[in-house]
């Protein structure tokens, strides 16, 4: 496996060393761009699935322990930095590439924490090959969509995903849901706890990252429900299920009532240790060093 050292930073980093990976899905070339900083032993940070994306909302916690890892933190084909190619984004090119990636840039098993939507998919591969990794941290996890826990039908939000994607209309719509007002609407909703937060600067700079060349295309399937890797509470919840790698679930004590009924299933799981701390959907990104508190002793056990 060989990398390129991009040429210059880009805006939306964790402030480490970036690099690109190419990575081929039905016969199109992607490029990933990944970023590392720190030393010592691997951790992986997976960014949540959102229309606002990027390995950016985990560089608080990848800073606070970088001291102790080797940090690396990517980001999911379509979003962020990486290719945003108008391919079908679905639940299958997402669990193929995470089993290449951990496989390509790591030789030795590794420690993630996965935010959000990324947390089915890595309880996909550690069922499927246990040997990748050495600890699970789940933050805020879910696995349904923001249309399917809405209430609206699959097969209505399939369609809405498809004109979403088409040209003109499909720009129109996506860019009257990016707006900064609405941006900020949905932060306060169920992204962060804290108001004042949610700067001008802030919400400009997350808007930035939404009208990048390709940037519907993987949101609209995560908005949709066509990236959720199951779609019932009792599959994901198998999957966490006689895990041989531990496990470690961390709760926003604010999050959306339908979100924190599934995060507390998954903690209720007798093998699951659990921290509940302050934050909402977004606690990864607005309260880093609650989480990082918390989670560096289990991430440390036994290293």
């Not at 992986?44 to 699935?49: M, N, T, V």
């Not at 420690?111 to 996909?124: F, I, T």
């Not at 108001?195 to 919400?203: E, G, M």
């Not at 880093?288 to 056990?301: D, G, H, K, S």
């Amino acid at each position: 496996m060989s990398t390129n050292l991009l040429s210059s930073p880009t805006n939306f980093g964790i402030g480490g060393v970036v690099k690109q990976l190419s990575w081929n899905w039905e016969n199109q070339q992607l490029q990933i761009v990944y970023e590392t900083i720190g030393s010592g032993s691997p951790l992986l940070l997976l960014p949540a699935f959102s229309t606002v994306s990027t390995r950016e909302e985990m560089s608080g916690i990848a800073n606070l322990l970088a001291p102790y890892f080797q940090v690396v933190g990517v980001d999911w084909p379509g979003f962020g930095d990486s290719s945003r190619l108008p391919v079908n984004y679905e639940p299958a090119i997402y669990e193929q590439f995470l089993e290449y990636f951990v496989t390509s840039v790591f030789d030795a098993p590794i420690a993630v924490v996965a935010a959000g939507h990324s947390a089915a998919y890595v309880l996909k591969l550690a069922q499927k090959n246990s040997s990748v990794f050495s600890r699970l941290v789940l933050v805020a996890p879910t696995w349904r969509g923001p249309l399917p826990t809405m209430g609206v039908d699959r097969q209505i939000a399939g369609v809405f995903r498809e004109i979403v994607r088409s040209p003109i209309v499909g720009q129109v719509l996506y860019k009257l849901n990016t707006v900064p007002s609405f941006l900020s609407f949905m932060y306060r909703r169920h992204v962060y706890v804290d108001a004042a937060k949610l700067t001008p600067s802030f919400i400009e700079h997350k808007w930035q990252n939404t009208q990048q060349p390709g940037a519907r295309f993987a949101p609209a399937a995560f908005v949709t429900g066509n990236l959720d890797a199951v779609h019932n509470q009792a599959d994901f919840l198998t999957l966490a299920k006689n895990l041989s790698v531990p496990l470690m679930v961390v709760i926003g004590e604010s999050s959306p009532s339908k979100s924190r009924a599934d995060m507390d299933a998954l903690a209720a799981l007798g093998t699951v240790q659990t921290a509940i701390l302050p934050g909402s959907l977004g606690m990864h990104e607005e309260y880093p060093e609650a989480v990082a508190q918390a989670i560096l002793p289990f991430l440390r056990t036994g290293s």
